[in-house]
């Protein structure tokens, strides 16, 4: 990709870096001390929270679902006397298991209701199975009301109630508490901690069931099995089992009482109905027997055995009418009782018809069903009262059939007994004794018939309820994964590692992403292709703009050094070489940078001038103390002349300074002077070396104007303060050849963090300084490592630094 110019001018060549793997990886390894101590952080958190976090733990009980049909036995004889039949549906056990209903019975069992905790300095914990003291309470003002009760004991195991004042109590003694009265018990051989609080968390059953319901998690194992998976999760395995043990206990049982509420309904009703016979048949067996005895009867069965025997068979397909008829109007009375308006109505007793029979079938489902969503919804709902409606219309429809089974049967009876009273006349020639003996004999049979009846539907009744079993079984006891679900501490200290990863992670790239300055060789390198002549490290010494002495062997020295060195290559075949100073913007070493390129040559025997041609902020006069001197102001204006104008820097002998002189009011007009051209002609007659000051360029235009005289450039850019965007100028300026023999110099480098690794480093480009002086700036000449040599603390205090 390139980018097109101005007219004449060298298209620009885009220069895009891309990141290579192994600058990732050191970019961010340069800060392993960093990255080792949000470790040892996150991990030191998440052992303390591993260390006082509760555990949990996950009991679980599988449960078989049966079918009902099974749940009875696998006889035909059985299905057929059995007078409620179900069916099983795993989302409906589902609920019900989950319901607090069911879950209150469990409390109510194991007195779950009621709670111990032991509060320590850090946490608190529950106490379950052997307790260090039962709490009893006496009278309590609400026991439909949450409260805690908050003991604290005493070496002498004696206890104080909190919000009660200072009063210590014994136990077994007698508590008036806020909440009524109660009283602690201990047992023997407990031991309290006097620094610990001992709670005691008393809920209603329904309260403590509702919680307990609301942790249970139940699933189907698979779609193909009628196995329901139930888990519980507490913070003691002990308690998780137990109460998924009752749990399945309360359910068998609420089930098999479901299954008996139509037969014990029926049991019921047949038990009143064999009282009131026993007793009416007791009275018909003595009148008989009072009867014969008074009229001194005996078998007189040969009488008229032909007519008798008519209506014998006559009589007893009356009898059956009767008994029919006695059934219909038993049953009618119980449904049109309002008392039993929402009871469920008793077997159909022999009425074979199957319009009632489905209709009788119907009313008790419907009756069950409302007796179960009373369990969880008012009388008053709406929805209720839609299923009361068609309760209602249900019953109506039984009593209008009934109506028209007794008009049938009715209608029989009469007819048998116009045959039996035709039958009757023919046969009066039988005395009327024999006849009185037949009617109370008739009404006997009647009676023995009906009890016999009753009493084979009460065995049948018996044999249901003694043959309905639960159609759930648990397939083993509840059992406990020892591991606990929670705290996760795989998961806690992989999350801990990944945190203490992510934070230096996240804290080095917001950092290079908010960097706008140059940092490293790269951030140069991948925008432009100009030459770096040198690095010159960070110089403590800030009072010091000249740093290279003849005997000087410090690393800043031989930086300077070696940058002499590689602008040799710019200027082999000039004489008298000129070399131009400048850079972006102020205080980047501009000024540092020509004093010291200049003592450089100066330790070489080259007789060198540094002209400071900075004209709006002469830094050298005033660091040299030259400004009472005359300058190239002066000069320019006629107040001087060339020959006067170098002047010999103090303690050297081939240095030497062009003063700016006084500050003019046009410094761009006066560098345009003929003037100058002459000057520098003098100077390469003089001296060996000519290094310009000039002022920035990126400010103004000086550095430009003076770049004819010059033969290489040294442009300075200073680590951390020049920014970034420069580089795209500078790239400019030397893809467009702006300035001969550009060179970049890079200022106040530091070695710290990704410098040292993947940045600058002073052997950054292939000039390593291995003379045995270290990395200390200002290491006198003949100072070896050894002398002064770091313990291991100052070791490790410099690696995390």
């Known amino acids: 990709m390139v980018e097109t110019t101005s007219a004449g001018a060298e298209p620009i060549k885009d220069t895009k870096h891309k990141l290579n793997p192994k600058e990732i990886v050191f970019k961010y390894l340069v800060y392993l001390p960093l990255f080792i101590l949000c470790l040892g952080i996150s991990i030191g958190i998440a052992y303390i929270y591993l260390r006082y976090k509760i555990p949990f733990y996950n009991s679980s009980i599988a449960l078989l679902i049966k079918d009902d049909k099974n749940s009875r036995g696998n006889t035909d004889a059985l299905d057929e006397i059995a007078l409620f039949k179900s069916k099983s549906n795993l989302a409906n056990e589902i609920e019900i298991l989950k319901s607090a209903t069911l879950m209150e019975k469990v409390v109510r069992v194991t007195g779950l209701n009621t709670s111990y905790l032991v509060e320590g300095n850090l946490k608190r914990t529950e106490v379950y199975g052997y307790r260090p003291f039962n709490y009893e309470p006496v009278a309590l003002k609400d026991s439909n009301s949450a409260y805690n009760v908050v003991l604290t004991f005493n070496d002498k195991r004696n206890f104080k109630v909190e919000g009660l004042g200072e009063k210590w109590y014994q136990s077994g003694e007698i508590v008036h508490g806020?909440?009524?009265?109660?009283?602690?018990?201990?047992?023997?051989?407990?031991?309290?901690n006097p620094q610990y609080k001992y709670i005691v968390q008393y809920q209603t059953p329904f309260q403590a069931a509702s919680s307990i319901a609301g942790g249970l998690a139940i699933r189907q194992l698979n779609r193909e099995a009628s196995i329901l998976k139930i888990n519980f999760i507490s913070e003691i395995p002990q308690k998780g089992r137990d109460i998924l043990n009752e749990l399945v206990k309360a359910y068998n049982s609420t089930t098999i009482?479901?299954?008996?509420?139509?037969?014990?309904?029926?049991?019921?009703?047949?038990?009143?109905?064999?009282i009131l016979l026993t007793s009416e048949l007791?009275?018909?067996?003595?009148?008989l027997e009072d009867f014969?005895?008074?009229?001194?009867?005996?078998?007189?069965?040969?009488?008229s055995q032909g007519q008798f025997d008519v209506m014998k068979t006559t009589n007893e397909k009356l009898n059956e009418q009767e008994i029919r008829l006695q059934v219909i109007n038993m049953i009618n009375n119980y449904i049109s009782n309002p008392g039993k308006k929402y009871s469920l109505v008793p077997s159909s007793l022999g009425l074979d018809d199957p319009t009632l029979l489905a209709l009788v079938g119907t009313y008790n489902q419907m009756q069950l069903e409302r007796e179960e969503k009373l369990k969880t919804m008012p009388e008053a709902n709406p929805v209720m009262q839609v299923m009361e409606n068609q309760i209602e219309k249900v019953r109506v429809s039984i009593l209008e059939n009934l109506s028209n089974i007794k008009r049938s049967t009715e209608i029989l009876r009469t007819k048998f007994y116009a045959d039996y009273n035709s039958l009757k006349g023919q046969i009066r020639t039988v005395p009327s004794k024999e006849r009185e003996l037949l009617e109370i004999a008739r009404q006997q049979g009647i009676k023995e018939k009906l009890y016999l009846f009753l009493l084979q539907k009460r065995e049948e009744s018996a044999i249901?309820?003694?043959?309905?079993?639960?159609?759930?079984?648990?397939?083993?006891?509840?059992?406990?994964?020892?591991?606990?679900?929670?705290?996760?501490?795989?998961?806690?200290?992989?999350?801990?590692?990944?945190?203490?990863?992510?934070?230096?992670?996240?804290?080095?790239?917001?950092?290079?992403?908010?960097n706008d300055k140059v940092t490293n060789r790269s951030d140069i390198t991948k925008i432009t292709q100009m030459p770096?002549?040198?690095?010159?490290?960070?110089?403590?010494?800030?009072d010091r703009e000249v740093v290279i002495g003849a005997k000087d062997r410090s690393i800043i020295a031989e930086q300077f050094r070696v940058?002499?060195?590689?602008?040799?290559?710019?200027?082999?075949?000039?004489?008298?070489?000129?070399?131009?100073?400048?850079?972006?913007?102020?205080?980047?070493?501009?000024?540092f940078t020509s004093m010291n390129l200049g003592a450089v040559w100066a330790v070489a025997n080259k007789k060198t001038v540094i002209l400071e041609l900075d004209l709006r902020k002469p830094k050298i006069s005033k660091a040299l103390g030259l400004l009472d001197k005359k300058g190239i102001s002066n000069y320019i204006v006629g107040d001087a002349v060339k020959e006067e104008l170098p002047v010999l820097v103090t303690n050297t002998t081939n240095l030497y300074i062009v003063p700016a002189g006084p500050i003019p009011p046009n410094p761009s007009e006066l560098l345009l002077d003929e003037k100058i051209e002459i000057l520098f002609n003098y100077l390469k007659e003089t001296f060996d070396f000519i290094i310009i000051d000039s002022a920035p360029l990126g400010l103004v235009s000086d550095a430009k104007v003076l770049s004819r005289y010059a033969d290489c450039t040294v442009y300075v850019v200073r680590q951390r303060y020049t920014p970034k965007k420069q580089i795209d100028y500078i790239n400019d300026l030397y893809v467009r050849k702006t300035f001969s023999n550009i060179g970049l110099l890079i200022n106040d480098v530091k070695l710290t963090g990704a410098n040292s690794y993947y940045g600058y480093g002073y052997g950054g480009y292939g000039y390593g300084y291995g003379y045995g002086y270290g990395f200390n700036y200002n290491m006198p000449y003949g100072y070896t490592e050894n002398e002064?040599?770091?313990?291991?603390?100052k070791k490790l205090l410099g690696f995390f630094r």
């Open 282 to 287: 007791g009275k018909v067996e003595q009148g």
């Open 563 to 591: 940058s002499r060195t590689n602008l040799q290559y710019f200027i082999t075949d000039k004489k008298s070489p000129v070399i131009l100073v400048t850079s972006s913007m102020a205080a980047e070493g501009k000024t």
């Open 292 to 303: 014969k005895q008074r009229n001194e009867l005996v078998n007189i069965e040969t009488q």
């Open 257 to 274: 009482e479901n299954k008996n509420k139509v037969v014990d309904n029926t049991v019921k009703f047949i038990d009143d109905r064999l």
């Open 788 to 793: 002064n040599k770091p313990n291991v603390f």
């Open 532 to 542: 770096i002549v040198g690095e010159i490290a960070h110089n403590k010494m800030a």
């Open 178 to 192: 806020k909440q009524g009265d109660f009283r602690i018990n201990l047992n023997s051989g407990s031991t309290f």
């Open 464 to 514: 249901t309820i003694a043959a309905s079993t639960s159609n759930a079984a648990a397939v083993d006891p509840a059992t406990t994964i020892w591991a606990p679900v929670s705290p996760d501490r795989s998961g806690t200290i992989r999350m801990a590692l990944i945190i203490g990863l992510l934070i230096p992670a996240a804290f080095i790239y917001l950092k290079e992403l908010l």
